[in-house]
Nanobody, 119 residues
Framework: HVQLVESGGGSVQAGGSLRVSCAVS????????MAWFRRVPGKEREGVAV???????AYTQSVRGRFTISRDSASDTLYLQMNNLKPEDTAVYYC??????????????WGQGTQVTVS
C-alpha cells in the first residue's frame, strides 16, 4: 500500500546545502505525521524533524535553525531542506509516516534511505 522513496542525497562540503525529497505513493491522505530520521553506522537511529497533520513542525536540537521540513500536498512529496551542513550530519536519511496520531513514537511506514555525506 503506502510506499516512500527518498531521493536527493549526495556529497557536499561543510557549509553547503542539500534538499532531500520523499515521494509518497499508494497514499490516501490519511496520514497524521511525517518525519525524517537519520542513521549513522554503530549509532541508534535519530529523529531529525517531524511535521504533523496540522503543519506543526519540530526538530532535534542539533539541526534546529539549519534544517526545514515541509510537504507538498499536491504532489504528495515530503522535503528536508538542509543548510549549513556539518560533517556530523553525515548519515543515511529516511522518511517515515504514521497515521495513528502521535508523531513522536512509532512510525509504520519507511523509505529505503538516501545517503548524505558532508565533506
Amino acid at each position: 500500500h503506502v510506499q516512500l522513496v527518498e531521493s536527493g542525497g549526495g556529497s557536499v562540503q561543510a557549509g553547503g546545502s542539500l534538499r532531500v525529497s520523499c515521494a509518497v505513493s499508494g497514499y490516501t491522505k490519511n496520514y497524521k505525521c511525517m518525519a525524517w530520521f537519520r542513521r549513522v553506522p554503530g549509532k541508534e537511529r535519530e529523529g531529525v524533524a517531524v511535521i504533523d497533520g496540522a503543519g506543526t513542525t519540530a526538530y532535534t536540537q542539533s539541526v534546529r535553525g539549519r534544517f526545514t521540513i515541509s510537504r507538498d500536498s499536491a504532489s504528495d512529496t515530503l522535503y528536508l531542506q538542509m543548510n549549513n551542513l556539518k560533517p556530523e550530519d553525515t548519515a543515511v536519511y529516511y522518511c517515515a509516516t504514521e497515521a495513528r496520531g502521535y508523531c513522536y513514537g512509532h512510525y509504520a511506514y519507511w523509505g529505503q534511505g538516501t545517503q548524505v555525506t558532508v565533506s
